[in-house]
């Protein structure tokens, strides 16, 4: 799945995403979600959420 559509994606899944300084390379990080900060219903890059470890970024992947 992919993280493009915010409700897709719930506070205490696993996803990775791709952080602002890995955009270029497109290094994928895992974490939990802790907080949805997109607050529109769809974003093409994906939806920007914040993880339990504090770190910021857009869903590429939903990991299911």
């Known amino acids: 799945m992919d993280g493009t559509v ?3 994606i719930r506070p205490g899944m696993r996803v ?6 890995d ?3 497109g290094t994928l990080t895992e974490g ?4 949805l900060l997109t607050s529109s219903a769809t974003h093409p ?4 959420v914040r993880l339990a470890d504090g770190r910021v970024g857009r869903v ?5």
């Open 6 to 8: 915010r409700s897709s």
């Open 16 to 21: 990775r995403i791709v952080l602002k300084q």
């Open 23 to 25: 955009q270029r390379a």
């Open 32 to 35: 939990t979600v802790k907080e």
């Open 45 to 48: 890059r994906g939806i920007k």
């Open 60 to 64: 590429r992947e939903i990991i299911g």
